[in-house]
């Protein structure tokens, strides 16, 4: 025998693992198979909301085009009929009419077409609540003065966008017409002659008589009024 081979391989001592080893072992196991089952999820509901975004935008940007090309559609078919109300029989308002409404001869549907307005000026209006102003700044002497200064001065209030609403326009010309004052009612009148609405945007509304009731009921064109 060789000196070789009487040389003994010393073996590696035998390694034990405690009962709390394991079991944080197998905890650190399960908590990685957690984190990769919560990862596909996360995965997983990221693509169905990709997948029901592309699905969505594809439908409503059809209905979208839809109902513009509906809404032009029926607004310029009407706008024959608009032209021989306006000529023809004279109904619309000498100013400008920016809304028709038009019902069936059962009355039972009737289609509004028109057009959203924002109140607007020219700079004369400044001239007519100057005259308006100084006038009524005069009166306040009493009580019943102080109280219609108070009352005009509000109606000659601004918006945020810093103009006065045409509907208060209309009644300051109601208190002018009760208050006799030319001075009064020329500033009025020149606030009147001053208005130039300006056009925002057209709209078509169709409304239906329920025949139990008799009520007119507005068909939803708006998505979220559905």
Not at 164 to 170: F, Q, T, Y
Not at 199 to 223: A, G, H, Y
């Amino acid at each position: 025998m060789t000196q070789t081979d009487q040389t003994q391989v010393p073996t590696a001592p035998e390694t034990t693992i405690s009962p709390e080893e394991l079991a944080a072992f197998r905890a650190y196991q399960a908590r990685i198979q957690r984190d990769q089952r919560d990862k596909e999820l996360r995965d997983t509901y990221a693509q169905l909301v990709d997948d029901e975004i592309d699905a969505a935008t594809d439908m409503l940007t059809q209905l979208s085009t839809d109902m513009a090309t509906i809404k032009e559609t029926v607004m310029s078919n009407f706008r024959s009929v608009i032209d021989m109300k306006t000529e023809t029989l004279g109904l619309s308002k000498p100013q400008g009419q920016y809304t028709h409404t038009f019902t069936n001869s059962d009355s039972t549907r009737r289609i509004t077409i028109g057009n959203y307005t924002i109140d607007s000026y020219r700079d004369t209006v400044e001239d007519g609540i100057k005259l308006v102003t100084t006038y009524i700044q005069s009166l306040a002497r009493d009580q019943d003065s102080q109280a219609l200064v108070k009352a005009v001065m509000q109606l000659l209030s601004r918006n945020s966008k810093g103009q006065i609403k045409a509907s208060r326009v209309l009644q300051l010309r109601k208190i002018a017409e009760e208050v006799g004052d030319p001075q009064f009612a020329r500033g009025v009148q020149i606030i009147q002659d001053s208005y130039q609405p300006e056009i925002s945007r057209s709209f078509v509304r169709l409304e239906v008589k329920d025949p139990s009731t008799q009520t007119w009921t507005i068909v939803p064109l708006n998505i979220s009024n559905l």
